[in-house]
């Protein structure tokens, strides 16, 4: 199989299975009402403080319509809460409820371990090299969206 077979199936794959790994990670019994896409939302609005809409759209590359639609799950379900900035009232920001703080840490270790055990596999330079090919991927990626 030639570069690009190799590169184009390993890379289809990687994708693949890194999604179907992460919503295993994310189905436990505590966690059974939380999509992969949810909890990318409790992600990118985090544990550390409220953060408007228009910030997390962006942080996650779709409109704000698509978010509001998320975030109103994410409340119903209780793991965000929504109030109105005390400086602007026309803004609405999100932050994480105890319940989506304890979801967030939970999606962050699944991927603390994910990464622990790629790089125990590989030497000092074979995780030089990987982060120098992911880096220049990622770059080309970034440049094409």
């Known amino acids: 199989m030639d570069i690009n077979s190799t ?8 994708f693949r299975d890194i999604n179907t790994l992460e919503e ?3 189905r436990t019994e505590e966690y059974r009402d939380v999509t992969a896409n949810d909890m990318h939302v409790i992600e990118a609005i985090g544990p550390d403080r409220a953060k408007n809409m228009t910030s997390i759209a962006r942080e996650l590359e779709v409109t704000t319509g698509t ?3 998320s975030v109103n799950s994410l409340v119903k ?3 965000v809460d929504r ?4 400086e602007d009232r026309r803004v609405v920001l999100v932050s994480l409820s105890e319940k989506g703080k304890r979801a967030y840490l939970h999606h962050r270790r699944f991927h603390e371990e994910m990464i622990d055990a790629v790089l125990k596999e590989l ?3 074979e995780q030089e090299a990987l982060q120098s090919a992911l ?6 990626f970034r440049s094409t969206v």
Do not use: C, M, P
Not at 7 to 14: D, G, M, S
Not at 83 to 86: A, I, K, L
Not at 135 to 140: H, M, N, R, Y
């Open 83 to 86: 109030t109105r900035s005390e």
């Open 135 to 140: 880096g220049k991927l990622t770059k080309f």
């Open 77 to 79: 379900k209780g793991y």
């Open 67 to 69: 978010l509001t639609i």
């Open 24 to 26: 295993r990670a994310i």
């Open 7 to 14: 590169l184009n199936e390993v890379l289809v794959r990687l």
């Open 123 to 125: 030497t000092k330079q």
